[in-house]
T-cell receptor
């Protein structure tokens, strides 16, 4: 199936730990994104990569480090996890010029709970 | 600096048409109107988009006013599975980010 897949779906971890979330897309898109949805349900962009190059880096703590080994993968590593990092993280992908093509395709999300 | 205004919530009876309005009075000529929805606990899902003309696909119809300052998403025969938050987004493309507002919570009732 063509899709944006992210793993794991659920992640429960203790404060101070380091964790990674992986994302892969097989849609042939050249741009990938990470979004965060907090408890108030607002979806906010964190990062975007185009052809493995960082394009958007919102005001995200530097404990968050994205890595794009190739166009089809965008991983998110989080150091020294804090309670406030608890949220649902969505990966997405698109063509660079996505306007005529229907925008972004999102993954199903990773629910991160920091205890 | 919101580009779109949507009602916070709406209700619709199952089987009836759901008409979701969106105001975007400051839209510029090269900005598309996009609609996404998010069913509880799932990733946002693309529904439809348009620039100037009305559009229809297997999910919905998009009606854009002639002055492009507002639009309406129409789900012709709403089902319980259409209960979701619906986001109207006005956006340039080519490297710009898809920015979500608060959306409209549509509840389809039996």
């Amino acid at each position: 199936d063509t899709a944006v897949s992210q793993t794991p779906k659920y992640l429960v971890t203790q404060m101070g730990n380091d964790k990674s979330i992986k994302c892969e897309q097989n849609l042939g898109h050249d741009t990938m994104y990470w979004y965060k949805q907090d408890s108030k349900k607002f979806l906010k962009i964190m990062f975007s990569y185009n052809n493995k190059e960082l394009i958007i880096n919102e005001t995200v703590p530097n404990r968050f480090s994205p890595k794009s080994p190739d166009k089809a993968h965008l991983n998110l590593h989080i150091n020294s996890l804090e309670l406030g990092d608890s949220a649902v993280y969505f990966c997405a992908s698109s063509h660079w010029d996505w306007g005529p093509f229907g925008g972004y395709t999102f993954g199903s999300g990773t629910r991160l709970t920091v205890v | 600096d919101a580009k779109t205004t949507q009602p916070t919530s709406m209700d619709c009876a199952e089987g009836r048409a759901a008409n979701l309005p969106c105001n975007h009075s400051t839209i510029s000529g090269n900005e598309y109107v996009y609609w996404y929805r998010q069913i509880h606990s799932q990733g946002p899902q693309y529904i439809i988009h348009g620039l100037k003309n009305n559009e229809t696909n297997e999910m919905a119809s998009l009606i854009i006013t002639e002055d492009r300052k507002s639009s309406t998403l129409i789900l012709p025969h709403a089902t319980l599975r259409d209960t979701a938050v619906y986001y109207c987004i006005v956006q340039e493309t080519s490297g710009s980010r898809l920015t979500f507002g608060e959306g409209t919570q549509l509840t389809v009732n039996p």
